[in-house]
């Protein structure tokens, strides 16, 4: 099975930035928001259907973010999103931001996601079903960051 690294494309908006008119580092979870939803939509499952689908939720259990070069005010970047994990009842994802101009790598982070049920909130398996929709994305950061063309 070929490994896919998924990446979107987006731009620094004005009320991402400081008045620096530098990125201010909040506003980096909006880029993972997006590349995260965007990757379940290419993986066959969009969230508006994960959770009725599965009857689960997926919260977060962990973030972590390291930013490596600043980006400015309309600053193209490319945005990837990949799994690094699958646990038993939780899996990681991973996102790497690319300054495309600079060609260097502007933030990477990670988030752990639990799947819990609805009712309770209390950890479950994740469903075979959404691990199999989503193995074609799981790889290495290096792997992902050789497909991203990004130094590491």
Not at 5 to 31: C, H, M, Q
Not at 85 to 109: C, P, W
Request: proline share 5%; with cysteine.
């Amino acid at each position: 099975m070929e490994k896919k690294l998924f990446t979107v494309d987006e731009r620094v908006r004005w009320s991402a930035v400081d008045k620096a008119g530098i990125i201010f580092y909040g506003a980096y979870v909006r880029f993972f928001e997006l590349a995260e939803m965007e990757l379940f939509r290419a993986a066959g499952v969009p969230y508006a259907e994960v959770f009725d689908r599965f009857s689960i939720w997926l919260p977060r259990a962990h973030l972590q973010s390291d930013f490596h070069y600043p980006s400015r005010l309309d600053d193209e970047l490319r945005v990837a999103a990949y799994f690094t994990r699958f646990g038993t009842s939780s899996l990681q994802i991973n996102f790497d931001i690319l300054h495309l101009e600079a060609g260097k790598l502007a933030v990477s982070g990670h988030e752990v996601l639990v799947c819990t049920t609805q009712d309770t909130l209390r950890p479950q398996p994740l469903p075979e079903e959404l691990r199999a929709l989503l193995s074609p994305y799981l790889m290495s950061v290096e792997e992902a960051r050789a497909k991203l063309r990004a130094p590491d």
